[in-house]
């Protein structure tokens, strides 16, 4: 936060913001940077309360908590003439909301953990555990960060500031779809988890199997709707007849294997959840940095703003081969290890 506060002209510039766009983003982010504190207490409580046993729970909060950001912005850019600090300001309110909740769930309701003194004590093994597991996700949105600098700078290089916010809209439209997906991993993880730990292999891979066909699934449908209807879909976020139309072609191209994504997500995912946390780094990392990174720079200089836009289709498809062949070779040694089991029975 303090960093971001000092630093925030060179943070934005470097992110590819210009000079027509840099007072915006200014704006936005001087707020928003001060709601860090309950960003990150309300994102470690849901995730937290999920793996407590309360699923229903964890999602209420998040509804509630996107719901309330909804109305807010309503209320702060139309009503309130509060404009683009008004948005941060109702991400702010929504984000606090969730972190108390969490917190009451542990100090006032029914939770299976409590929150104790002599349980804030920092334990070094448990420390770099859970460390050594979350790295992958860790690297993954530091990766995405890194990976946003560059996608930026070659929309602006190749395409301006109506291409920077045809990026902002489409990534706007795959958050929407993704989330569900994120939900199915995210609620798959310590179903798998749990299970792999009592060597019940036969319901991880069911788990897997469940999880990846239904992702696929809805991914799919978005794909078809994406594909078949993408104005009214970019006509929700913007209605500038230019920016519609370089973001209804710059969706079409860039979520061209949106299908396929699914088999990534799921798989990156699971090899965390059994704790493999070097697969899972490679994983997480392989599709957003180490095969987009170098289409995000090679492909442009040969294809101009296409490139920009086919540079993620063929990380996903690359990165998906990749991720197939793990999580094989993954389930295959759990049926090894099933057999060596019932023949000592």
Same mark, same amino acid.
């Given at each position: 936060?303090?960093?971001? &506060? ?22 936005? /982010?001087?707020?928003? %940077?001060?709601?860090? #504190? ?38 702060? /850019? ?5 404009? !683009?600090?008004?948005?941060? %300001?109702?991400?702010? !309110?929504?984000?606090? =909301?969730?972190?108390?909740?969490? &917190? ?9 953990? *409590? ?6 004590? %920092? ?16 690297? #993954? ?35 929407? =779809? ?13 179903? !798998?988890? +749990? ?30 709707? =994406? ?9 929700? +976020? ?7 139309? /370089? ?7 860039? %979520? ?32 957003? =940095? ?26 996903? &498809?690359?990165?998906?081969? &990749? ?13 090894? *290890? ?8």
């Amino acid at each position: 936060m303090v960093v971001g &506060l000092i630093f925030g002209n060179q943070i934005l510039q470097l992110f590819g913001a210009s000079e027509g766009s840099l007072q915006y983003a200014k704006a936005y /982010i001087n707020v928003i %940077l001060l709601g860090t #504190m309950f960003n990150l207490i309300g994102f470690v409580f849901n995730s937290t309360i999920r793996g407590d046993g309360n699923p229903k729970l964890s999602a209420t909060i998040m509804v509630v908590g996107c719901g309330l950001n909804i109305v807010l912005d309503a209320v702060f /850019i139309f009503v309130l003439n509060f404009g !683009i600090q008004g948005a941060a %300001l109702a991400t702010i !309110i929504s984000q606090c =909301v969730t972190a108390v909740w969490g &917190l009451t769930y542990y100090t006032k309701g029914k939770s299976n953990l *409590k929150l104790h003194k002599a349980n804030l004590k %920092l334990n070094k093994s448990l420390v770099l555990t859970i460390a050594a597991i979350g790295s992958a996700p860790f690297a #993954m949105q530091l990766a995405a960060s890194c990976v946003q600098v560059i996608s930026n700078n070659a929309l602006r290089t190749y395409g301006g500031d109506l291409a920077i916010g045809a990026m902002a809209t489409i990534n706007s439209i795959i958050m929407m =779809v993704g989330m569900p997906i994120v939900g199915i991993s995210q609620g798959a993880q310590p179903i !798998i988890g +749990f299970n792999y730990g009592c060597k019940k292999y036969d319901r991880v891979e069911k788990t897997l199997k469940l999880a990846t066909i239904t992702a696929t699934l809805g991914l799919t449908i978005g794909w078809l709707i =994406v594909q078949f209807y993408p104005e009214p879909i970019v006509s929700m +976020f913007n209605s500038d007849a230019e920016l519609v139309s /370089i973001s209804v072609d710059g969706i079409r191209k860039y %979520l061209i294997m949106m299908p396929l994504i699914g088999i990534s997500m799921i798989g990156s995912n699971y090899i965390q959840s059994i704790g493999n946390a070097k697969q899972a780094m490679f994983l997480g990392l392989l599709r957003q =940095v180490i095969l987009l990174v170098p289409m995000m720079l090679i492909l442009p200089k040969f294809l101009g703003l296409n490139g920009v836009w086919f540079s993620q289709p063929v990380a996903d &498809l690359i990165s998906c081969i &990749l991720t197939f062949i793990l999580v094989s070779r993954e389930i295959k040694s759990h049926r090894v *290890k099933d057999t060596d089991v019932e023949n000592v029975a």
